[in-house]
């Protein structure tokens, strides 16, 4: 039996998904960015997703949100579903669009430390890689602080794929976790931790000598090309992120009592019991055999 997945409602996550063999599909351009978007805002709106962070890398993509309903999977689902047909006409490309075999990745966020953290390795993301020297000279789809001081990102309906039934233009909005109340102290110290990663990173190219790829040469690399140092593909999936050793243990405690409790109510399920309860956040065999579920 394959390990489930947990699925709660109000859930933050840090969701990655990559394209197959890591081609360039999701390189930069203005249809693409379009595209992206409008799918985004489209299924944040459809699904009641809190987006509080993306970054789209030419080759996989970075979300940080919140999932209110406790429904990560269908939207998943429907995000790269959507994407991936109109990304298919874009490109003119026959194959998958997304690696197949490896799930999406979705991370549990808990408590503000982890949630800043993968916010701001988010909006990183494009420096990180060694590719342009802030943020705000990506030319693809990145949630920049002024863009998130905004709140709001407008996005006009794509030629590629859509019909006249979904809406000509939707906003995007980019929130604030839920675990900051306050606004002013959420982006001031995300504005200080990205500032300062930013700092270290310069730093450490003037000590390695690297140079920046750059806008121009990023928008040139072609769709099909992929990068030329090899990485494993079947490596492990966290399922939680924890700073520190009393989050990891606290995360690692509620995962183990999670699995515990499903292994041992699916076990009376098969056996034939009738009153089975399945721990909450069971979802695959809650969606697909109606299993009773605690709440």
């Keep these: 039996m394959s390990l489930p997945r947990c699925v709660l409602p109000n859930t933050t996550y840090l969701v990655t998904r990559r394209c197959l063999g890591r081609r360039f599909l999701l390189r930069p351009d203005a249809a693409l960015n379009q ?31 919140t999932d209110e309903r406790g429904v990560l999977p269908d939207f998943m689902g429907w995000l790269n579903s959507q994407l991936a047909k109109r990304i298919k006409r874009l490109r003119r490309w026959d194959e998958v669009v997304w690696e197949p075999n490896v799930h999406y990745s979705a991370v549990e966020l808990q ?36 863009t998130l001081r905004r709140g709001t990102v407008q996005v006009q309906r794509p030629k590629i794929g859509f019909k006249d039934n979904v809406p000509q233009s939707l906003t995007l909005s980019l929130v604030p976790p839920p675990c900051f109340a306050d606004q002013g102290q959420y982006l001031s110290a995300l504005r200080a931790l990205v500032g300062s990663r930013l700092q270290a990173l310069h730093a450490q190219w003037v000590q390695q000598g690297h140079r920046v790829l750059g ?29 520190t050793q009393q989050a990891w243990r606290q995360a690692v405690r509620r995962l183990r009592g999670f699995r515990a409790a499903y292994r041992r109510a699916y076990e009376a399920w098969r056996s034939g019991s009738p009153d089975v309860e399945f721990p909450a956040g069971t979802w695959w065999l809650a969606r697909c055999a109606s299993v009773t579920v605690a709440t």
């Design 215 to 243: 806008r121009r040469a990023v928008r040139k690399t072609a769709v099909t090309a992929r990068p030329a140092t090899r990485k494993e593909r079947f490596g492990q999936s966290p399922t939680f992120s924890a700073l």
């Design 111 to 146: 408590g503000e430390a982890e949630v800043l953290d993968k916010v701001a390795y988010t909006l990183l993301n494009p420096v990180s890689a060694g590719l342009v020297q802030r943020p705000e000279d990506w030319p693809g789809v990145v949630s920049t602080l002024r």
């Design 35 to 65: 595209l992206f978007l409008y799918c985004l805002a489209l299924g944040a709106q459809k699904y009641g997703i809190a987006v509080h962070g993306v970054s789209v890398m030419s080759n996989h993509y970075h979300l940080t949100l």
